[in-house]
């Protein structure tokens, strides 16, 4: 019995020039990727239930949508799909940098990526979306010394609970970089669970700090999906 934490990050067409097409998941393929969790008989889950989940309450046939940096392709190609198909998610914000661009990695991937305003982020939540930390400026944490972590960690929440009006449960380590450091001050700060981008499917007795995830390719096509799904998956 595992929790299937799906990791996307944008969901549209590539850009010619752009490097890394990787990171992005046809439109298509997506609504193609959410029917068959339907079909499957998934339901989605965000943090509470997981935190249940983990401290040992019975689930089955759960995924947790997550969708890393916020991007405006996300808000017009896979909410609406979501919303079409009955199934929730969580989206990590780059809070810092709401309304402008991945400054964080553009020159690396050739391409400036638009990240959602705060009037879109605030629709999504109205929606039944959940939105969750992706700190403040999307750098690597372990680098950082004390004050500057625990700004990245600590502010970032502060500022989505007084922009949006909620509680911020949820954080999710700008690539994947974390480290034990890291996790006590993400625990510190108040949030419920923290995502990583370790493979892997999220079990009961897991380290709530440190949430493996499915890693969802520009080439998980349907069989892909299912073996990811699958016990096989690690």
Excluded at 33 to 53: R, Y
Excluded at 93 to 103: H, Q, S
Excluded at 131 to 150: F, M, R, W
Aim: charged share 30%; net charge positive.
């Amino acid at each position: 019995m595992s929790i299937k934490a799906l990791m996307y990050h944008s969901v549209g067409i590539p850009p010619k020039e752009a490097l890394l097409k990787s990171l992005y998941t046809n439109p298509r393929l997506f609504e193609n990727q959410v029917k068959i969790l339907k079909v499957l008989g998934f339901k989605s889950v965000t943090s509470d239930e997981i935190v249940d989940f983990v401290k040992g309450k019975d689930m089955k046939k759960k995924v947790c949508i997550t969708f890393d940096d916020a991007y405006d392709d996300v808000f017009d190609n896979a909410i609406p799909v979501l919303k079409k198909h009955g199934f929730k998610a969580i989206i990590f914000v780059p809070v810092n940098l709401v309304g402008e661009y991945n400054k964080w990695d553009f020159e690396r991937l050739n391409v400036k990526k638009p990240v959602a305003s705060w009037k879109r982020i605030k629709e999504a939540l109205k929606e039944g979306f959940e939105i969750g930390s992706h700190a403040l400026t999307h750098t690597p944490l372990t680098h950082l010394d004390d004050k500057s972590l625990k700004q990245e960690v600590e502010l970032s929440k502060k500022i989505l609970e007084d922009k949006l009006g909620v509680e911020i449960k949820s954080f999710c380590y700008p690539y994947g970089d974390y480290n034990e450091r890291v996790m006590d001050f993400v625990r510190e700060a108040g949030y419920k669970l923290a995502f990583s981008v370790d493979s892997g499917h999220i079990k009961k007795g897991d380290n709530l700090y440190n949430l493996k995830r499915i890693h969802m390719r520009h080439n998980t096509n349907i069989f892909r999906l299912l073996l990811k799904l699958s016990v096989l998956y690690r």
